[in-house]
């Protein structure tokens, strides 16, 4: 059905998602800017996206009542969570269109499927193993050491991993995963890390976002910087290098929706992909108030059969992402407040919250966009909104 030409769905009818996290809300914050409602299937009773939703499915991702009800209100439905089964959306698909397709994301939800993907596409990735059982670390190549196991499903912000300095402590990390399909990579040295956010339509034509520059703390994000394109030297070459690959991984899975791509720029100059993300992701954040076209409103555009919009950047921008931790002023459970006034003292910063109800240490709650004439003045601004908040 996907290759069908189609009617675009036009603004006042419905729009469907799967998931109900925070990329869920800015989805239906852009669609509903755009005048559509939307639907959204999530098995929690209260989460960001169904807090804002037009309407709320409260049932499992495989419930077949559940799924059948979104088919029946929506034409078009998209995910914003990549571990949705894929088998959830092949369903959907005989009933309605479905971006990004079962087939995609079956793709990227596995990493040992992930990594031999883009190697297929001739692009590099990390030295790395497929570890399916005990035997595959006994004999992977001790070059892999010191590594990082990864579970193959299921991982996110750094959840699922183990930093292994032996082939011993990568034995005992997969018998503590309960002996799940893993990926042992090399621990590579990295100078810095990048993403690039690309919305590609059904007939084809893909827009791609400036790349960010992405600092991690403890393997979730944590700061993410976006300049006005370099023009020349190392960065531009790496940043035409990025996009390239990027389009390149889009078109091989003949992905339809917004898909990023994260990537290790190692000391030694290499580009390296990490990652690919089925959906929106937390470096494109900063598209919301820093580019003509959210990375979420390209989502609604491309899944509704619209013209995708310009991605172009309107001023350098930081985003820092919120996490519960400031919640947490000591060691203890004690919790305050942030002071948001604090931050908003600076006028460049657009908080956005995700309405969570608990803080938790490592849970994203929200974030601040800096946005500013010159990238001196939003790193300047960028370490007042930090010292407001803790
Ligand atoms: P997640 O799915 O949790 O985002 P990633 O594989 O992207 O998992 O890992 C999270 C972060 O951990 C990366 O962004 C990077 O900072 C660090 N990391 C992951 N793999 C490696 C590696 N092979 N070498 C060095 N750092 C790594
Ligand atoms: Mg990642």
């Given at each position: 059905a996907d290759g069908a030409a189609f009617t675009p769905i036009a603004p006042g009818d419905w729009l469907g998602l799967l998931g109900g996290g925070q990329l869920g809300r800015m989805f239906c914050h852009a669609a509903q800017s755009l005048g559509y409602k939307v639907a959204v299937l999530d098995p929690a009773a209260d989460g960001p996206a169904?807090?804002?939703?037009?309407?709320?499915i409260h049932a499992a991702y495989d419930d077949e009542q559940g799924?059948?009800?979104?088919?029946?209100?929506?034409r078009a439905v998209t995910t914003e969570f990549e571990n949705v089964p894929a088998q959830s959306l092949r369903s959907l698909a005989a009933h309605c269109?479905?971006?990004p397709a079962a087939d995609a994301v079956a793709v990227v939800q596995d990493r040992i499927a992930e990594k031999?993907?883009?190697?297929?596409?001739?692009?590099a990735v990390a030295p790395h193993a497929a570890v399916r059982a005990r035997a595959d670390l006994e004999q992977a190549d001790e070059a892999l050491f010191p590594g990082i196991l990864k579970v193959a499903r299921l991982g996110y912000d750094g959840k699922g991993q183990a930093r292994v300095a032996t082939r011993a402590e990568a034995l005992a990390a997969f018998d503590d995963f309960g002996g799940v399909p893993c990926v042992l990579e090399a621990l590579l040295a990295l100078d810095h890390e990048i993403s690039v956010v690309i919305a590609r339509g059904f007939d084809g034509a893909t827009v791609m976002f400036p790349v960010a520059r992405n600092v991690h703390r403890d393997g979730i994000l944590a700061v993410s910087t976006v300049a006005l394109a370099a023009l020349s030297g190392p960065d531009a070459q790496l940043e035409q290098q990025a996009g390239a690959s990027a389009l390149a991984i889009a078109q091989g899975l003949d992905y339809h929706g917004v898909l990023c791509v994260e990537f290790f720029v190692l000391r030694d100059g290499r580009l390296l992909v990490n990652e690919i993300a089925p959906r929106p992701h937390n470096s494109g954040h900063y598209s919301i108030d820093a580019c003509v076209t959210s990375q979420f409103e390209q989502q609604a555009r491309a899944m509704a059969g619209l013209p995708l919009g310009s991605p172009g950047l309107?001023?350098?921008?930081?985003m820092l992402n919120i996490l519960g931790d400031i919640?947490?002023?000591?060691?203890?459970d004690a919790q305050r407040e942030p002071?948001?006034?604090?931050?908003l003292a600076v006028p460049s910063a657009k908080l956005h919250l995700y309405g969570k109800r608990e803080a938790r240490r490592g849970r994203k709650m929200g974030h601040v966009t800096i946005v500013a004439a010159t990238m001196a003045q939003a790193r300047a601004d960028a370490m007042r909104v930090a010292a407001a908040l803790g």
């Amino acid at each position: 059905a996907d290759g069908a030409a189609f009617t675009p769905i036009a603004p006042g009818d419905w729009l469907g998602l799967l998931g109900g996290g925070q990329l869920g809300r800015m989805f239906c914050h852009a669609a509903q800017s755009l005048g559509y409602k939307v639907a959204v299937l999530d098995p929690a009773a209260d989460g960001p996206a169904a807090m804002v939703a037009d309407r709320h499915i409260h049932a499992a991702y495989d419930d077949e009542q559940g799924l059948a009800e979104l088919a029946r209100l929506c034409r078009a439905v998209t995910t914003e969570f990549e571990n949705v089964p894929a088998q959830s959306l092949r369903s959907l698909a005989a009933h309605c269109r479905v971006s990004p397709a079962a087939d995609a994301v079956a793709v990227v939800q596995d990493r040992i499927a992930e990594k031999a993907f883009i190697a297929a596409q001739g692009i590099a990735v990390a030295p790395h193993a497929a570890v399916r059982a005990r035997a595959d670390l006994e004999q992977a190549d001790e070059a892999l050491f010191p590594g990082i196991l990864k579970v193959a499903r299921l991982g996110y912000d750094g959840k699922g991993q183990a930093r292994v300095a032996t082939r011993a402590e990568a034995l005992a990390a997969f018998d503590d995963f309960g002996g799940v399909p893993c990926v042992l990579e090399a621990l590579l040295a990295l100078d810095h890390e990048i993403s690039v956010v690309i919305a590609r339509g059904f007939d084809g034509a893909t827009v791609m976002f400036p790349v960010a520059r992405n600092v991690h703390r403890d393997g979730i994000l944590a700061v993410s910087t976006v300049a006005l394109a370099a023009l020349s030297g190392p960065d531009a070459q790496l940043e035409q290098q990025a996009g390239a690959s990027a389009l390149a991984i889009a078109q091989g899975l003949d992905y339809h929706g917004v898909l990023c791509v994260e990537f290790f720029v190692l000391r030694d100059g290499r580009l390296l992909v990490n990652e690919i993300a089925p959906r929106p992701h937390n470096s494109g954040h900063y598209s919301i108030d820093a580019c003509v076209t959210s990375q979420f409103e390209q989502q609604a555009r491309a899944m509704a059969g619209l013209p995708l919009g310009s991605p172009g950047l309107l001023a350098p921008a930081i985003m820092l992402n919120i996490l519960g931790d400031i919640w947490y002023p000591d060691a203890s459970d004690a919790q305050r407040e942030p002071d948001w006034a604090a931050a908003l003292a600076v006028p460049s910063a657009k908080l956005h919250l995700y309405g969570k109800r608990e803080a938790r240490r490592g849970r994203k709650m929200g974030h601040v966009t800096i946005v500013a004439a010159t990238m001196a003045q939003a790193r300047a601004d960028a370490m007042r909104v930090a010292a407001a908040l803790g």
